[in-house]
């Protein structure tokens, strides 16, 4: 039998369809009926059922799958070993980040790691905070940087690169403004009668001002920090943001809320068994975005 055989099986037994797989791999339905029929003329036994719209295990496929799985990754883990010697890494590494995230060091790590490292597959994709922890915790995701509040499961490990109070933005005339000097905070009351802009929820900025606010619905939600600002200047709201986002604005002034003292925590989440591939991400992380601890 031979390794490719083994990754065609494995990912039809975890697609539920020949279509997908061939998809998946990155060949054609043809080769991959052809090659899991070979397989099972070798075993003498047939892997899946393939009566109904989707193929499933048989008894012999169930049990032949985890070995499937072994072999898979001691021949990736050969694959490494002689990487690692060579200094060059091979692999896959899929990165997850906030929904409109503008992060510019975290594009820096990536394009770093595709120059030092060309043979690693890179894929890169946009959910919300909890989604994307979860994503870590099941495998479907390598590392993401994601809004939490500290509270992860003991399986996962974390780097901190954001945490800020949470600030009101708004044009410095704006009535919710009027009656604060420069370095007061603002109270929710004084928001109450004000349309809020904030991000969806799941990011680390709502998801701590929702905690601290709870009786407050936002009029409008925006998908990145640099439109929430853009609607603030053009008036239409009062933003919900953090202080270093609203800091680097002449035309907007930030007030922090007297009643939200948790801070806005955004960081990168990785599992604790995470492979060569993620640790050396990890490490371009750290250089990108200047944490030497």
Do not use: K
């Not at 539920?16 to 054609?28: C, D, K, M, P, W």
């Not at 001691?74 to 980040?97: E, I, K, W």
């Not at 370095?183 to 929710?188: A, H, K, Q, R």
């Amino acid at each position: 039998m031979e390794l490719r055989q083994l990754e065609y099986f494995t990912a039809v037994a975890d697609t539920g369809s020949f279509t997908a797989a061939a998809q998946r791999t990155h060949t054609t339905q043809p080769n991959i009926s052809a090659q899991i029929r070979a397989l099972e003329r070798e075993l003498g036994a047939a892997l899946f059922d393939r009566a109904g719209r989707r193929v499933r295990l048989t008894d012999a496929g169930a049990a032949a799958l985890p070995a499937a799985r072994a072999s898979l990754r001691s021949a990736d883990a050969m694959a490494q070993s002689v990487a690692d010697v060579n200094d060059l890494l091979r692999g896959s590494l899929a990165v997850g980040m906030v929904d409109g995230c503008t992060m510019q060091p975290l594009f820096a790590a990536l394009g770093r790691l595709h120059r030092d490292h060309p043979a690693i597959e890179i894929s890169l994709s946009e959910q919300g905070s909890e989604d994307l922890i979860s994503a870590v915790g099941n495998g479907d995701l390598d590392i993401a940087l994601a809004g939490h509040d500290g509270d992860l499961p003991p399986s996962l490990e974390s780097l901190t690169v954001f945490s800020e109070r949470v600030v009101a933005a708004a044009p410095p005339n704006h009535p919710a403004l009027e009656h604060t000097a420069s370095g007061d905070e603002l109270s929710l009351d004084d928001l109450r009668s004000h349309h809020l802009i904030c991000l969806p929820r799941g990011a680390g900025i709502r998801t701590t001002f929702d905690r601290g606010a709870r009786t407050f619905r936002p009029a409008m939600e925006a998908s990145s920090p640099d439109a929430i600002l853009e609607l603030v200047a053009g008036g239409l709201g009062v933003g919900i943001l953090s202080e270093s986002i609203v800091s680097g604005r002449r035309d907007i002034t930030g007030r922090t809320i007297r009643e939200i003292t948790e801070p806005a925590v955004l960081g990168f989440v990785w599992r604790s068994e995470a492979s060569a591939v993620t640790r050396a991400f990890i490490a371009l992380i750290r250089d990108a975005f200047g944490i030497r601890r």
